[in-house]
């Protein structure tokens, strides 16, 4: 994956955002009036007959925001709430909107996270660029009482009952700009208004935390051979990501002891065979949002990561409260 200066300007002493300060500020003014346009009525908001709970995030990458919807989701069915789930899709293109998505459906029509949390939770998941008509198509072929919605924090046509922000506590929010001159898409006062904040990768008891903790390496030819992470420290490794965020992954192999050879592509990259043509016969470690696109022609060396999401102890039940509330 190629080096992204403008990204890496965002956080680091950067000439170019000084230089981009004042578009800063009319992205802030844009945003303000897009925001007042909807609280006046100037632009029409559409609700649902079920609670919806927005996860979302205010700077641009990767943050955890799917492990946690997978995470909510779980908690949720274990309360007794039936949840179903939109997205935007991204980086699937599908014939029609709003699209069901199905075990058996391809990541490039659906988008890898929407499949990836299909799988993992069993939920109803419809993706659409329109939240509400995904919403609306959720609620018409099933039976949730709950929607959640995977990112679309900024989306503010879909009325919403209880908002979610992950931050990337590792990297944070850099210089604290908004685009172009830094990564945010929002003001930082906008967490202000928030329901709750979760910090990806914070240790502080004080806030509320998530951990992923990776679990057993699952094959890619045959999901039912699993292998301990430690038993590839006998040989180097090749780890592939196409995440938001791949040193994250990267890191912590290495921190288990393990010697990879990294590979990094942009978030929500299309894997072709040719991805995989490397110099060794090593042993090949993915990500399980990787996997999902890997299926066609997965091979016995190649092997993907599933993540668990460990949050603070406090914000299940806290949620449940809220949402019992409305």
């Known amino acids: 994956m190629k080096t992204d200066w403008l990204t890496n300007s965002w956080y680091r002493p950067s000439l170019l955002s000084w230089l ?108 659409a660029p329109d939240r509400v008509a995904a919403g609306q198509q959720l609620l018409a072929d099933n039976s949730c009482n709950v929607i959640i919605t995977d ?71 045959n999901n039912n ?3 301990s992470l430690t038993e590839f420290a006998e040989t180097p490794i090749y780890v592939v990501a196409g995440i938001g965020h791949p040193q994250r992954f990267f890191d912590q192999l290495q921190q288990l002891g393990l010697t990879i050879i990294p590979h990094a592509f942009a978030d929500h990259h299309a894997y072709t065979e040719t991805d995989f043509q490397f110099a060794e016969t090593y042993p090949i470690l993915m990500t399980e949002k990787d996997a999902v696109k890997c299926q066609g022609f997965a091979t016995e060396n190649m092997w993907y990561v599933p993540a668990e999401a460990k949050l603070s102890p406090s914000l299940g039940p806290a949620i449940d409260k809220k949402l019992r509330e409305l």
């Open 151 to 221: 990112d679309g924090l900024q989306h503010y046509r879909l009325q919403r009952d209880i908002e979610i922000v992950i931050i990337d506590a590792n990297r944070g929010l850099g210089n604290k700009l908004c685009l172009p001159a830094g990564p945010l898409r929002e003001p930082l006062s906008r967490l202000e208004t928030v329901d709750f904040t979760i910090f990806h990768g914070e240790s502080d008891s004080q806030r509320l935390s998530m951990q992923l903790q990776l679990q057993q390496a699952v094959q890619l030819k």
């Open 225 to 227: 051979l699993h292998k």
């Open 20 to 127: 981009l300060r004042p578009f800063n500020w009319l992205y802030r003014l844009i945003i303000w009036q897009r925001r007042q346009a909807y609280r006046y009525g100037i632009f029409k908001q559409y609700s649902l007959p079920v609670p919806v709970i927005i996860v979302g995030n205010i700077s641009v990458g990767g943050s955890g925001k799917t492990p946690f919807v997978i995470w909510l989701a779980q908690y949720l069915q274990k309360q007794g709430w039936q949840p179903g789930i939109i997205s935007r899709g991204y980086g699937g293109k599908a014939d029609d909107y709003p699209c069901s998505v199905h075990l058996d459906s391809l990541a490039a029509e659906v988008g890898d996270e929407p499949l990836l949390i299909h799988q993992r939770t069993q939920c109803p998941v419809v993706v």
